[in-house]
């Protein structure tokens, strides 16, 4: 299982739910989207998002495709 969510939202932000997501699932695995990679690196620092990938906007879909590959297969 994946969850491919945006990090900046409006409510409740793509990090909160992908913790939330976490403790119902704990091996999903977890691919944010970000126009913003500074709250992404936070994110990171702070170890709440240590096992999730990060791909930055604007992308092709085709890296979109290709990261999700990679993650499922790992």
């Known amino acids: 299982d994946l969850l491919l969510t945006d990090i900046v939202m409006p409510g409740m932000d793509g990090i909160e739910l992908a913790r939330q997501a976490n403790e119902v699932h704990p091996a999903i695995k ?22 999730a990938k990060v791909l930055s ?9 290709s990261q999700i590959d990679r993650i499922l297969a790992a």
């Open 30 to 51: 977890v691919l944010f989207i970000t126009g913003f990679a500074a709250v992404a690196l936070n994110a990171r620092r702070n170890g709440r998002t240590a096992e």
């Open 57 to 65: 906007k604007p992308f092709h879909l085709r890296d979109l495709v």
